[in-house]
């Protein structure tokens, strides 16, 4: 089995590990790909035999499907977790929470990345730099996924957003791969997702999710309104 979870860029890699790639795949029997557009540009360098590619998801088991156990009253609260940059959780959801006059709450669960040293300070202090507050919870990174999916069942809403251009591949291509936007609706929450064409396809036409524009304060307010 050949499974590719992330893809280099085209013509990125060092030339010995293309060639160990191109023949890993080649010599694969079953060829797995979370998405479909990351596969069709590794059979374009790879040359693989299409029968051999499968696109799998990356999904949650049934048995780690939670109960859900959020209460239905006020405030509303907003979840993410996953490794944390402005990209995967921008500054402008901390705003829009603010801006709801305590009926929403954001709860971050995870990690900062190397990029990211000192961000989560800044998401939970006020938007002056000010002392914290109670509408930003961290609460830092979980020890088991099982205890990560129930801290998400506690929530109503998850934050599954991508940025609107991105020259990374796997960014752009990241439904099916990404396990965030299915861990939340494991755990029963509904779903904010950038306003791409795939994640509009594959989460908000069948009523999954919203779409929003990440980077601004007044589209993430109106859905959360």
């Avoid at 965030?180 to 950038?194: C, I, Q, R, T």
């Amino acid at each position: 089995v050949y499974h590719e979870h992330d893809s280099p860029q085209p013509g990125m890699l060092h030339p010995g590990l293309a060639r160990l790639r191109a023949v890993a795949a080649r010599s694969a029997r079953l060829i797995v790909f979370p998405n479909e557009e990351r596969a069709h540009v590794a059979q374009g360098e790879l040359r693989f035999a299409q029968e051999r590619l499968h696109i799998v998801w990356n999904v949650p088991r049934r048995a780690e499907v939670v109960s859900a156990t959020a209460t239905t009253e006020t405030p509303l609260i907003v979840y993410y977790h996953g490794s944390i940059t402005p990209d995967r959780l921008p500054e402008t959801v901390a705003c829009a929470v603010r801006r709801m006059a305590g009926r929403v709450r954001l709860r971050i669960a995870g990690y900062e990345a190397p990029s990211a040293r000192g961000y989560v300070k800044h998401l939970v202090g006020s938007d002056g730099g000010a002392a914290a507050d109670t509408l930003v919870e961290y609460i830092g990174t979980v020890p088991s996924r099982a205890d990560l999916l129930m801290e998400a069942a506690r929530a109503h809403v998850g934050l599954a957003l991508m940025p609107l251009n991105s020259s990374d591949l796997n960014m752009r291509h990241m439904t099916g791969a990404s396990n965030k936007a299915f861990d939340y609706m494991a755990a029963g929450l509904a779903l904010l997702v950038s306003d791409l064409p795939d994640w509009t396809r594959m989460f908000v036409e069948p009523g999954f999710a919203r779409a929003v524009d990440p980077t601004s304060t007044a589209s993430l307010t109106a859905a959360l309104e």
